[in-house]
C-alpha cells in the first residue's frame, strides 16, 4: 500500500497546486483501497478505452473463418499489402492500439519462423522473405500507436497438438513473437480450443483439458517476463476477461471483479460485485459479421451510428472495446471501411472534445479536506479524486453551471486504484427549479456514459452516491454535447458475383420474422422453435428477376447467449416459376456451432433461378430455437 499511497499523494499534490491558493491545512491521508484493485499494467490498460482487432491470415484468401490447417501457404498472396494504410484506419476510427492476429486456429504463422513450415517463408509474398507482424509493429511504432498481438492455443495443422511437444512449441511461438517485435500491451489467447482438424495429416478430432494441458498460469507468467507490460486476455490467472459475448455489448452493470474460479459465461458478461480478483472485461466486436474479411459481407459493415451504440454499451460501461477492423485480399482495410470508421471516430472525438462542466462551481454535502475536493471531478485529471471522510458513503456532489450550459451527455468516472466503491448511484439535474432524476444505474468503474434523449439547460446537476460500502472516489463529472455521426451509404459488394438482396423477398416462411434475413444487418435475428424432420424450418425467397444462381450463403447469429443454435444442415431448391422446383444442394454446414461463421454453398453448376427454398430439419446444438442472421446469393465468376 505504500507505492499506492506515494502515487496518491504526488497526484493530489500536483493537482491542487493548480487550484486557488487557501489557507495551510493539514494533510489529510487517502481512503484505504476497498476490495481488489488493478495492478499497475491493468490501471494503464484501463486508460485505453478502445483499439483494433486486426484478423488477417491464409483465411482471408480462402474465405473461411476457421481454417482446418491443411491449406497450402501458397495461397498468401496480399496483392497491395499496406501496414501503414490499416494503422491509419484505427487511428481515423480513434482507436488507441492495434492487436494482430499473427497465428489463428489454422495454424499459418505470418511472421519467418523457423519452428514450422507452416508460415509466410513459404508463401509468395515477397519472395517467401515477407514478415507481416514485423511490418505492423513498425507501422504502429510510427504512428504512436501501441501493439499487441493474437496467438491462438489450438493449432488445426501441428501434429504434436493435444501431446506435450505442442506446448514446448507454443511456449517457444511466444517467446519468439515476445522478444522480436517490440513492446506489447496486450497478448491474446482465444478460447477455441480442441476439436477436428488436419494435425499433420492425421485428420482427426482432438479434445483437450485446456487448463491443464497448457498450463495457464506458467504461460501467463512467461509473458509477463518477456513483456512485462502486456495485459494478458482471457484464461484464469490472466488480466483480462472476455465479456461473454461477440456482439459489442457488456452487461449492465458490468464490474471488474470476478471469483477466483474458472470463467462462466454468465458472470463474465456482467462482473461479479465485490469478486476477490481484478479481472475486468474486454469487449471483442467486429465491423462486420466475421471476423476475416469476405467480400459479401461488404455490405453489412456496421454503420456509424451502429459503432456508437456499440462505444456506450462498451466504453460508456467500463469495458475496453476491441473492435475488429478485417483487411481484404489486398492487404488492405477496405474503402468502405474506412469512410464508416473515420465517421465513427469524428464523431466521438467531437463529442467528447469539450467539457462543458469546465468553469462550473463544484461543491459536495461532503469532502474528505485538502487534496480531495470536490473541484478534483473538474480538472480533467485520471490520479486525482473528489472523496469523503470515512464513513460518508451517500454523499452529493453538486455542480452549479454556467448559464446556457447546454448538455445530452453525461461522462462518470471512479478512481480505480482505490477499487470499485460506488454499488448504486444517480444524477439529477435542476430544471426550472426543481430537481429531475436523469438516470439511475449500478457500478461507476472506468466510466460511465449516459445519454438523455436530447439536450437539456438546467442551472444545477448533482451526482447522488446511493449506495456504497466506502467512501467514494470520484475521479471525473463531465458533461458533453453529442454530435451525430455521418451517415455513409451502404454497397453492395466489391466482388461482381455477390447478388444484391436488397430487391429479394419472403415469398413464404414457416414461422414470422423471416424478412430479417435480407436486411443486411447481422445484429437482426430470425428466430422459430427447434425444427425436426417432422417438423422442418423453411423459408422461400423471391430474386425479385431471374439470375443465374451459383450457390447461397448463409449467416448465423453471433448471439452466444441467446439459448438458440444455427442449423446443423441444410436442403435447397430452386425454381423459376415458384411451382416447380429443382433440388440444388443439400448437407451440413461445417463448424458452424463454434466458429459462428457465415456459410457459403456453392451448387454442383450455377442453374435459372427466380426463387430459392431452404429448409432445415435440425439445429447444430441442442437449443430449444433456430437462429438465422441472414441468407444471400452469388452467380458464377465470369
Known amino acids: 500500500m505504500t507505492e499506492l499511497s506515494r502515487r496518491n499523494l504526488i497526484a493530489t499534490g500536483l493537482a491542487a497546486s493548480a487550484l486557488p491558493a487557501a489557507p495551510a491545512l493539514a494533510r489529510v491521508a487517502p481512503p484505504r483501497p476497498f476490495g481488489a484493485v488493478p495492478s499497475p499494467r491493468q490501471w494503464r490498460w484501463h486508460g485505453r478505452e478502445q483499439y483494433a482487432f486486426v484478423h488477417f491470415s491464409i483465411n482471408t484468401f480462402t474465405d473461411k473463418e476457421w481454417g482446418y490447417g491443411d491449406e497450402d501457404p501458397r495461397l498468401f498472396d496480399p496483392s497491395d499489402f499496406d501496414a501503414d494504410q490499416i494503422v491509419a484506419a484505427a487511428k481515423a476510427g480513434g482507436l488507441r492500439g492495434l492487436i494482430l492476429t499473427a497465428k489463428h486456429h489454422d495454424g499459418f504463422c505470418l511472421w519467418p519462423t523457423r519452428l514450422t513450415e507452416h508460415c509466410i517463408r513459404n508463401s509468395p509474398y515477397k519472395d517467401g522473405k515477407g514478415d507481416i507482424v514485423r511490418e ?3 507501422a504502429c511504432r510510427r504512428a504512436g500507436l501501441p501493439f499487441g498481438l493474437y496467438l491462438s492455443p489450438w493449432d488445426r495443422n501441428h501434429a504434436e497438438y493435444g501431446r506435450p511437444a505442442y506446448v514446448d512449441y507454443y511456449r517457444a511461438q511466444l517467446t519468439e513473437l515476445c522478444t522480436r517485435y517490440g513492446r506489447l500491451f496486450e497478448v491474446w489467447f482465444d478460447g477455441a480450443n480442441g476439436g477436428d482438424g488436419y494435425y499433420g495429416g492425421a485428420r482427426e478430432a482432438r479434445k483437450i483439458d485446456a487448463p491443464r494441458y497448457y498450463d495457464w498460469p506458467s504461460i501467463v507468467a512467461l509473458v509477463h517476463k518477456l513483456q512485462p507490460d502486456a495485459c494478458t486476455f482471457d484464461p484464469l490467472g490472466a488480466d483480462i476477461r472476455w465479456v461473454g459475448n461477440e456482439d459489442g455489448v457488456a452487461g449492465d452493470p458490468c464490474w471488474p471483479t470476478m471469483p477466483n474460479h474458472p470463467y462462466v459465461q454468465s458472470e463474465g458478461n456482467s462482473g461479479v460485485r465485490g469478486g476477490p480478483l481484478w479481472w475486468p472485461a474486454e469487449t471483442d466486436v467486429s465491423i462486420r459479421p466475421g471476423w476475416f474479411y469476405h467480400a459479401d459481407e461488404d455490405s453489412k459493415v456496421k454503420s456509424p451510428a451502429r459503432l456508437v451504440r456499440l462505444y456506450d454499451e462498451s466504453v460508456g460501461r467500463g469495458t475496453n472495446l476491441n473492435l475488429n477492423l478485417p483487411p481484404d485480399r489486398r492487404g488492405r482495410i477496405p474503402d468502405q471501411d474506412v469512410k464508416i470508421l473515420k465517421s465513427f471516430g469524428d464523431t466521438i472525438r467531437a463529442t467528447f472534445a469539450r467539457d462543458l462542466a469546465k468553469g462550473a462551481l463544484a461543491h459536495a454535502s461532503h469532502s474528505r479536506g485538502q487534496g480531495f475536493e470536490p473541484a478534483r471531478v473538474l480538472d480533467g485529471n485520471r490520479e486525482s479524486y473528489w472523496s469523503t471522510p470515512d464513513g460518508v458513503t451517500a454523499p452529493a456532489l453538486t455542480l452549479d453551471l454556467k448559464p446556457g450550459t447546454r448538455f445530452d451527455v453525461i461522462r462518470l468516472r471512479e478512481y480505480l486504484p482505490l477499487g470499485v466503491r460506488v454499488t448504486r448511484f444517480a444524477v439529477d439535474a435542476e430544471i426550472d427549479g426543481t430537481w429531475r432524476t436523469l438516470a439511475e444505474g449500478q457500478c461507476i ?4 456514459v449516459i445519454r438523455l ?8 446537476v448533482r451526482l447522488r452516491i446511493v449506495e456504497a460500502p466506502v467512501s467514494p472516489a470520484i475521479s471525473e463529472f463531465a458533461l458533453f454535447r453529442a454530435v451525430a455521426p455521418m451517415p455513409v451509404a451502404a454497397i453492395v459488394s466489391s466482388d461482381p458475383t455477390v447478388l444484391d438482396t436488397t430487391r429479394w423477398r419472403v415469398a413464404s416462411a414457416s414461422a414470422p420474422g423471416a424478412e430479417k434475413l435480407l436486411d443486411n444487418d447481422a445484429a437482426t435475428i430470425w428466430v422459430l422453435p427447434t425444427p425436426s424432420a417432422a417438423a422442418p424450418a423453411s423459408v422461400t425467397l423471391d430474386l425479385g428477376k431471374a439470375a443465374r444462381l451459383a ?17 446443423k444442415g441444410y436442403v435447397a431448391e430452386t425454381s423459376v416459376d415458384g411451382t416447380n422446383w429443382q433440388p440444388a444442394a443439400n448437407g451440413e454446414f461445417g463448424n458452424i456451432a463454434y466458429a459462428l461463421s457465415t456459410q457459403r454453398i456453392a451448387f454442383a453448376a450455377p442453374r435459372d433461378a427466380r426463387y430459392l427454398r431452404l429448409r432445415f430439419d435440425e439445429t447444430a446444438l441442442p437449443e430449444p430455437r433456430l437462429a438465422i442472421a441472414g441468407i444471400g446469393g452469388f452467380t458464377a465468376a465470369q
Open 136 to 138: 505492423m509493429a513498425d
Open 445 to 448: 468503474s472506468a466510466q460511465r
Open 453 to 460: 434523449a436530447e439536450p437539456i439547460a438546467p442551472r444545477r
Open 551 to 567: 450457390g447461397f450463403s448463409l449467416t448465423p447469429s453471433r448471439h452466444v447467449m441467446s439459448k438458440a443454435s444455427p442449423p
